[in-house]
């Protein structure tokens, strides 16, 4: 084969292969779990959940809080440089982030956070 056919053809695949990557991503999304159906099971998973705001630890560097639905777990959310949050008791939350296992407990290590209200 020649080099200007081995382009386009590389060139056209690259381009299918992008169309593909992008439709799959907007089709996959976390499923939103209630604590109690969290075990350990499901550690490394991310996981997508929705609570009110119990107690917040603020330091430098982390932010701890105990979310309830009814049940209640704790999520650890590191703190960008760039980004500072207000979170209260009382708040509405949404996180997205990755159970983990601490000292016999499950937690939430966040990834993303939103106040809902």
């Known amino acids: 084969m020649q080099e200007k056919t ?7 695949l690259s381009l299918l292969g992008l169309l593909i990557l992008y439709l799959i991503s907007d ?5 939103e779990k209630n604590i109690e159906k969290i075990t350990l099971d499901n550690k490394d ?9 119990n107690k917040v630890i603020d330091t430098e ?9 009814p049940q209640e777990i704790t999520v650890v959310l ?3 440089e760039n980004k500072t949050m207000s979170i209260q008791k009382g708040n509405e939350v ?9 000292e016999g407990k499950l937690e939430i290590i966040a990834d993303r956070l939103r106040v809902v209200r």
Request: glycine residues 4%; hydrophobic residues 50%.
């Open 6 to 12: 081995l382009l386009k053809i590389a060139l056209i």
């Open 45 to 53: 998973e991310f996981v997508k959940l929705r609570g009110i705001v």
């Open 94 to 102: 949404e996180i997205f982030g990755k159970v983990d296992e601490y």
């Open 61 to 69: 560097r982390v932010t701890i809080m105990e979310i309830m639905q």
């Open 78 to 80: 590191f703190k960008n």
């Open 27 to 31: 089709n996959i999304e976390i499923k």
